[in-house]
């Protein structure tokens, strides 16, 4: 008889063990190795199955009992299978007696087993699999052994339930991470992976006192090549580049694409500062023979810069700002093709602070511009809104990249005169569009970056521009991304109050991107959700990118906010963000950056 002392033994051991977090496979060889201690069996096991996939976990108190749980996997055939397919307990007091199992039973006689009592491990309407209780003489269970073993059966699935979706969660945010850090066309590493890449190599680097080599393979007139040949041949392309630069890696080494057409090279503990020179000669070589795209082949050449050499020990933020000035440099020589910058006989300070005097000109002189890309309702590509984009164009560089302007700005202490600047130029562009076409209701989004958020004024700011330019609080969207969250924290959250107090809603951009934590949705007043397009790229062609777009879609909408899908370039992913509920999307599927006349004629 089964003493209620010992299933309660059994149960609160059990419970203990669901606290510690065991993995699947260990809760169940727990569970067997107590079964058998408190019921009146020789031997007991547990398969769990997967419908139309077959048993995924095994587990048994004893070798007999581990080979008579395997017996029935590969003969197809047993008490174990029948419970998990009925739903009910199977009892075979006597195998020899027994002619429901004409495989199954007389190999397992054979092996000395007398009886078998199956459990299924029962959820709901479904089932997890079973438990099997073996015995090495013939006789039935009694009752009370029957009611304890279907007790342990549920109370073993409810617990296995909890395990499976803590394993698969911690699946799901592992592939969420190695996503945010991979870049979704090419495969490489993208930027966020090369900062961590870099800190760790500084790290080392003070440790060994090793060379490391940072360089910068900027790709010449790839926009030229997108324009004549679409975006799908560049992409193309683009593929074929990184292929061809992934040959070339060291063990070791790290190469990232940074942006559309630039590349990045981290090469660790070399043996002497000259196998830099030896790489760059390596990729210039790469880009001798033509690339084969759909439709014929592609001539390609590069520029290449050198923008540290040596101890990593000085390597920080301002490492990627400086591969810019390196590009910027070589994009200045004079018939720039396959041509290098070295910052090794340059001084990058020099270099920096040439760029930071632009743009101190560049905002004073009017260089700088705003462009516009809309954001559409996803359903109907109906315009919604649009995000103001700040736009750098140098008479002596040209395009300058955003994120470039953006870290200069925040170096030289310009990013809240040129924030403000860009607020009040886009809230004025909106209202000269209503006023031109009353009927049409329109968002306006800008960026806001962490160090223009959080320095003194930001909110006075806001409400000043708001009023300047009769801008209705609610219209406007200020973005913001994951950083300021991590970084801030409380002052984030204060800052942030002050703004929804002002009426203004706020977006958490590209999300998805940093350490995609769901607790910031709850945390901070957000309105809307942007997936970022690194997520997008996927949907349709890779499953896990669905289930997360969707999950994360779903979640967004039990807590009141909206999402927004960025990066839509194909009519499949717009299918897919439909479908799976978005509300808003944006990419070049609708339109590409526009000036403001542009976006105006497109609203009409």
Known sequence: MVHQEGLSSVLSDFARTMLTSFPIQAILEHLVERIVDVLPVSGA???????????????????????????????GEGPCLTAFERGTAIAVPDLAADDRYPRFGPAARAANLAAVFTFPLRHDDGRLGALDLYRDVPGSLDLESEV???????????????????????????????????????????????????????????????PAAVLFVDLDRFRAVEDAYGDSTGDQLLKSVAERLSALLRPGDTLARVSADEF????????????????????????????TVPGGQLAL???????????????????????????????????????????????????????????????????????YQPI?????????????????????????????????????????????????RACRERGRWLAEYTDQPLDLSVNVSPRQLMGPGFVAMVAKVLAETAMEPAALVLEVTESVFIDEG?????????LKALGVRLALDDFGTGYCSLNYLQQFPVDIVKIDQSFVANLGRDAPASAIVTAVTHLTHVLGMTVTAEGVETAEQREEVVGIGCEHAQGFLFARPLTAREFAAQII
């Open 301 to 371: 050449t590069a520029s290449v810069g050198i923008a540290y050499d040596g101890p990593a020990e000085a390597m920080a933020d301002a490492l990627v700002l400086d591969a810019s000035m390196s590009m910027y440099q070589t994009k200045r020589l004079p018939g720039a093709a396959n041509q290098v910058i070295d910052l090794r006989v340059t001084d990058p300070a020099h270099v920096r602070n040439q760029l930071e005097r632009d743009l101190q000109l560049a905002l004073s002189q009017g260089e700088l511009d705003v462009a």
């Open 264 to 291: 990045v090279f981290l090469c660790e503990d070399l043996s002497h500062t000259s196998d830099a020179d030896v790489l760059v000669s390596r990729i210039i070589e790469a880009f001798a023979a033509p690339f």
């Open 490 to 498: 409380d002052r984030a959250r204060r800052v942030l109050g002050e």
């Open 148 to 210: 304890a073993a279907q007790t342990l059966a549920d109370v073993a699935a409810a617990y296995l339930l909890n395990a499976q979706a803590r394993e698969e969660a911690l699946q799901a945010a592992e592939w969420l991470r190695d996503k945010s850090l991979h870049d979704a066309l090419t495969g490489l590493a993208n930027r966020t992976l090369l900062q961590e890449r870099l800190e760790h190599a500084s790290q080392r680097s003070q440790r060994w006192h090793r």
């Open 45 to 75: 096991g547990v398969t769990l199955i997967a419908t139309g996939l077959g048993p995924r976990y095994v587990a048994a108190s004893s070798g007999d009992a581990l080979a008579f749980e395997r017996l029935q996997t590969e003969l």
């Open 376 to 424: 559409v309702r996803a359903a109907d590509a109906v315009v919604t809104g649009a995000e103001a984009l700040l736009r750098w164009t140098s008479p002596s560089r040209g395009a300058v990249p955003a994120l470039t302007t953006v870290a200069v700005a925040e170096q030289c202490g310009l990013i809240t005169e040129i924030g403000a600047w860009v607020l009040e």
